[in-house]
């Protein structure tokens, strides 16, 4: 599976940003898409989830503020990101999972990431 993320730039404080998953198979037979995230200097760590029927998992940070979901029609992921902050500045990773029991995949593919940039 491939995957493209876009739609990162650079933002002020308080705006909102749509980034976007275009995978190269159909989403609906993805078990577990996510959105991960990497700061400068820091491991990369989860934003959310979304699976095949649509429950979602959100790291506490985001919750209230992001949202994921699937379009199956257009084949992305999309994460509609509200109230942006300096700490969300970061590379955020598209990732597709295989074979997942519950939230954990072990079959995992990450496209390229787009950077997020949050200027004070």
């Known amino acids: 599976v491939q995957l493209q993320a876009s739609g990162g730039g650079l933002v002020q404080r308080g705006e909102s940003l749509r980034l976007s998953c275009a995978a190269s198979e159909p989403i609906s037979r993805i078990d577990v898409m996510g959105w991960y995230r990497q700061a400068p200097g820091k491991q990369r760590e989860l934003v959310a989830k979304i699976t095949s029927g649509g429950l979602t998992k959100y790291a506490d940070s985001v919750k209230g503020r992001f949202t994921i979901s699937r379009d199956n029609l257009k084949n992305t992921v999309p994460l509609e990101i509200k109230s942006l902050q300096p700490e969300d500045t970061a590379v955020y990773y598209c990732?597709?999972?295989?074979?997942?029991?519950?939230?954990?995949?072990?079959?995992?593919?990450w496209g390229q990431g787009t950077l997020v940039t949050v200027s004070s």
């Open positions: 990732n597709a999972g295989f074979a997942c029991s519950s939230w954990d995949c072990t079959i995992p593919y």
